[in-house]
């Protein structure tokens, strides 16, 4: 190809483009774009309201709403508490040996598992306590693990009497909303994760203990009636990891 005919196909081309991109412009002015789409008349996040009275935009839900899926009938799968729970029963505490004030009883806290506890969920929590409780309770719950190690302060070894004493519901109840220097894990580990987990802590005790009866709390402020629609374990590995204690 000649020299002419390539400089005269690249200014051909370089006109095209040009009256491409003007076509472009005159059919976007002509179709009258706008910008409401991005400039919307809303309130940003926190955004004072002249609109309210109170001044805020954000607005409270009506009283009884719940989110779709999260209706949470089941009281003792969801909290690991009875149905009825006494507000006014108070736990008793003892100190240790280090001079720190410990719980003794655990009022209100369901004793039987909310659901089956078969070898699956066992084994469920074992995948789910190496994930998210290993790391501080050590390999077999003795409170040793490898950020204790390191410095982290040592939590309670489950194989105390008070531990293998204490309904299953309270295990539960900590994994949810926390307990001393543990945070909640009530947003990383699903309810029946928590309980999973809490079958298998309860294994880990047995297995240090298989003679002992994982005996409940019975004093007088210890509230320990059964959790409405509990389901109970129907296999000898179930009746073994299960409490009301553990004995029947």
Known sequence: MSLNKRTERRINLRAALILTAICALLLTEACGVRSD??????????????????????????????????????????????????????????????????????????????????????????????????????????????????GFPQPPTFHDDRLRNAPVGHFFDVMTNGWGKMNSYGFQVQAAD????????????????????????????????SPANSAKPSTPAANAATTKGGAK
């Open 37 to 150: 789409m991005q400039d919307q008349p809303r309130y940003d996040a926190y955004e004072k309201s002249d609109f309210f009275s109170d001044g805020r935009s954000s607005r409270d839900y009506p009283e009884g709403t719940v989110a779709r899926g999260h209706l949470e009938e089941n009281k003792a799968f969801y909290t690991g508490k009875i149905d009825n729970p006494d507000p006014n029963a108070q736990a008793a505490t003892s100190t240790d040996a280090k001079g720190n004030t410990v719980v003794a009883s655990f009022p209100n806290a369901v004793t039987e598992f909310p659901l089956p506890v078969t070898k699956e969920l066992i084994d469920r929590g074992e995948d789910r306590y190496k994930i998210y409780c290993i790391v501080c309770h050590g390999q077999f719950g003795e409170g040793d693990g490898m950020v204790v190690r390191r």
């Open 194 to 225: 928590r309980w999973a987990i809490a079958a298998y802590i309860r294994t880990l005790q047995l297995s240090r203990n298989p003679d002992a009866n994982l005996q409940m709390n019975s004093s007088a402020n210890s509230n320990t009636a």
